[in-house]
């Protein structure tokens, strides 16, 4: 299994964090995050999760090379996950999540973007790497600014979340 | 009949299918679209019952993209692609649980982005270098009409 390529570009690494291929081993840890709800205010994929259905997402991703699935490490625990899926003709779409609070605000969505950038760009010679995130999650907005991703579109009433349906902002990093 | 259409039509520019299409795959687009609950597809009319173009849903839940293709340019600017697609636009709404309806379009393409306007749609973003098109990536221009606004709209036309 091979750890993603990794070029730090402009972007450092925070202490002991890692983005590495998505191993049947971190499933547990990301079934039991995604279910205690540590992401339920931002994640765009909002219903509790099996470990049979994560394993299934696994293996697909593992079969089918068209689906990166990536664990987030911090000192060796997971942390949060990230993909890059369904790569339409001209792009990728990409997804994170950053489980563990503790490991927020330190530039591990920075890193672990950009990371997963360079896969899309260097190893799977996408066009464009593409996202969806809630226009209110700033945090989130900031961390794919820094990575050259660009505000495009706002889907309005795009996605049903917490009981209403609400926009989403779409943004895109252009090679 | 639409096998010639695709690959020969006029419209082709402006489509983001990409061509040239089989026989065979358009016969299976066809076959399924003409079946799949998912899809519903429309053949374009004349009054006289000429047919001029395809028009069409893809479902995801409660957004529904749309896609249109005029194939006989005598009838562009004539009015049929915005009647067509208000068309599909209210029976939809009225027919299906949809929250919104979308569609792409090349932001070169005036004629159709004045249609989708007059049909009420309002754009939403451009994305940049999305589709493929004479020999480069192009940017897109993405539309919506809600239902809230397809509601509200009701009436006065």
């Not at chain 1, 226009?135 to 794919?144: E, G, L, S, V, W």
Request: hydrophobic letters at 45%; proline letters at 4%; a positive charge.
């Amino acid at each position: 299994m091979a750890v993603a390529r990794i070029d730090l570009g402009s972007v450092s690494r925070p202490a002991g964090v890692r983005v590495v291929a998505r191993a049947q081993s971190h499933i547990p840890a990301i079934a039991a995050a995604f279910n205690r709800g540590d992401v339920a205010e931002s994640t765009l994929y909002h219903l509790p999760r099996s470990h049979v259905a994560l394993s299934a997402g696994y293996e697909g991703g593992r079969r089918h090379r068209t689906i990166r699935n990536f664990t987030i490490l911090r000192h060796k625990s997971v942390v949060g996950v990230c993909s890059l899926f369904a790569p339409a003709f001209a792009g990728v779409q990409l997804a994170i999540a950053i489980f563990d609070a503790a490991s927020r605000g330190l530039g591990v969505g920075r890193f672990a973007v950009s990371t997963l950038c360079d896969v899309a760009f260097d190893e799977l010679h996408a066009g464009r790497v593409e996202l969806g995130t809630y226009p209110d999650n700033h945090a989130a907005i900031r961390c794919y600014e820094a990575c050259g991703f660009s505000r495009e579109a706002l889907l309005r009433s795009s996605i049903y979340h917490n009981g209403a349906w609400r926009d989403l902002l779409w943004m895109a990093h252009v090679r | 009949m639409l096998h010639q259409w695709i690959n020969q039509s006029p419209a082709r520019d402006w489509l983001m299918t990409r061509l040239p299409l089989s026989r065979e795959n358009e016969r299976a687009w066809a076959a399924s679209a003409a079946v799949s609950p998912a899809t519903p597809t429309f053949v374009v009319q004349t009054r006289t019952g000429k047919d001029i173009g395809v028009i069409g849903l893809t479902l995801h839940g409660a957004r529904a993209e749309l896609g249109i293709a005029l194939h006989e340019p005598r009838y562009w600017s004539g009015g049929y692609g915005t009647d067509a697609v208000q068309t599909l636009v209210d029976g939809a709404f009225r027919a299906l649980p949809l929250l919104r309806i979308e569609l792409i379009v090349f932001p070169d393409n005036v004629r159709a982005i004045r249609c989708y306007e007059k049909a009420r749609f309002s754009k939403e973003g451009v994305l940049r270098a999305r589709e493929y098109r004479r020999g480069k990536y192009q940017d897109v221009v993405i539309m919506s009409i809600l239902h809230e606004e397809w509601r509200r709209g009701r009436g006065k036309d």
